[in-house]
């Protein structure tokens, strides 16, 4: 079986702190995701790498900065946290099969 | 903007019923297709996906996908309570494992 797993099922954050998210499967994937899932908003895509230490912008990169040094594991950085990023933090990995395969999730409130 | 939209919901049936969920796509080079359940609070977790025109079926579960009107479905028959949950369908574009998808349906299934 597939297992992704994040560092933190939930953060409190104050506003322009630094937050680190971090993301490791053990499936030997490429490829890994980070989403954030807002109510009537869906899973919107943030950034995303299909290998150690490449990156590709998502649908919402802004504010966002991502870290691929190991194959098994990718972060998430919240550069300046801000309000507007209170949100469900979804990590996925997908290896040449394409279904990807989702992390437990972190709820990060940022107050 | 590659699109995939859901009927937000909630879809009400009765239990043993059979659940019909609809999810249309507006890119054509779209080529593969998923859907993922979703319980509160929880990640989504893959259901079954589903590449080729025509049905696939996987236990109570049938994917059905119509390339030329762009429509894909999920049939869930004997519908339980168990199955209440949002449910997200997704579309692959291009030649990477990025996905697009949809704002899910919230399914309830009442006893």
């Known amino acids: 079986d597939v297992k992704v797993t994040q560092s933190s099922r939930y953060l409190v954050k104050r506003t322009g702190e630094k937050v680190f998210l971090e993301c490791v499967q053990d499936?030997?994937?490429?490829?890994m995701f980070w989403y954030r899932q807002d109510p009537g908003l869906g899973l919107r895509l943030i950034y995303f790498?299909?290998?150690?230490?490449?990156?590709e912008k998502g649908d919402i990169p802004e504010g966002y900065s991502v870290s691929r040094e190991k194959k098994e594991r990718f972060s998430l950085i919240l550069e300046s946290a801000s309000t507007n990023q209170t949100s469900m933090y979804l990590c996925?990995?997908?290896?040449?099969?394409?279904?990807?395969?989702f992390g437990p999730g972190t709820r990060l409130l940022v107050l | 903007q590659k699109e995939v939209e859901q009927n937000s919901g909630p879809l009400s049936v009765p239990e043993g019923a059979i659940a019909s969920l609809n999810c249309t796509y507006s890119?054509?080079?779209?080529?593969?297709f998923f859907w993922y359940r979703q319980y509160s609070g929880k990640s989504p977790e893959l259901i079954m996906f589903?590449?080729?025109?025509g049905d696939k079926e996987d236990g109570r579960f049938t994917a059905q996908l119509n390339k030329a009107s762009q429509y894909v479905s999920l049939l869930i028959r004997d519908s339980q309570p168990s199955d209440s949950a949002t449910y997200l369908c997704?579309?692959?574009?291009?030649?990477?494992?990025?996905?697009?998808f949809g704002t899910g349906t919230q399914l309830k299934v009442e006893l």
């Open positions: 499936m030997d994937h490429e490829n």
């Open positions: 890119d054509r080079g779209s080529q593969s």
């Open positions: 589903i590449y080729s025109n």
């Open positions: 790498s299909y290998d150690v230490k490449m990156k």
């Open positions: 996925a990995s997908a290896g040449d099969k394409e279904t990807q395969y």
């Open positions: 997704a579309a692959r574009t291009g030649g990477g494992n990025k996905l697009t």
